[in-house]
């Protein structure tokens, strides 16, 4: 969770620099609960591949403007036991950036190899900034997998999505 609040804080910065708001502007994440979020995916043959995403909206408030929002995923990954790697044939991150569940902005990401490569890691999948009118905004996350040597095909993981940004951030 720190490290994917530590690329929120970055693209927050980035998009501060650009857009010259306060710190005082931009709202905390609202965040699902990662343990809701957890999933342990057991290959035939390998090792078993711990997956948790954490996924969360967020916005920046900018004077004389509406909010830019942003949907949040953190794909966290480990292999508990060790193991080989490979596990995967399909790896496919979808975030999304609803208002009132219309989807205004996405980010895919196709994270096979870096998960078959890596024993362990993290990689963000976040959505563009959109600016729009405040209140309703979610992120919402979908998985498609497929693991390797099954013999079942793929699969789909619609996550927990985040909690609501409300009318003026407040719940």
């Not at 790697?85 to 999304?96: C, G, P, Q, W």
């Not at 600016?131 to 789909?156: A, C, F, P, R």
């Amino acid at each position: 969770m720190f490290g994917m609040l530590a690329r929120v804080g970055a693209v927050m910065t980035l998009t501060t620099v650009a857009l010259a708001p306060s710190p005082a502007n931009a709202l905390n994440p609202s965040c699902w609960p990662v343990s809701d979020n957890t999933q342990t995916f057991y290959p035939p043959g390998r090792g078993a591949v711990k997956v948790e995403v954490h996924v969360c909206v967020s916005a920046i408030y900018v004077q004389g403007s509406y909010p830019q929002h942003f949907g949040l995923a953190d794909v966290v990954w480990s292999r508990p036991n060790g193991g080989p790697l490979n596990a995967f044939d399909k790896f496919k991150v979808r975030t999304r950036l609803e208002q009132d569940d219309n989807v205004e902005s996405w980010k895919d990401a196709d994270l096979r190899s870096v998960i078959n490569s890596n024993s362990r890691g993290s990689v963000p999948v976040n959505t563009p900034g959109y600016y729009g009118s405040q209140g309703g905004w979610t992120s919402d996350v979908t998985i498609e997998y497929d693991l390797d040597n099954d013999g079942k095909g793929g699969y789909t993981w619609d996550l927990h999505g985040s909690h609501e940004i409300p009318l003026n951030g407040v719940e």
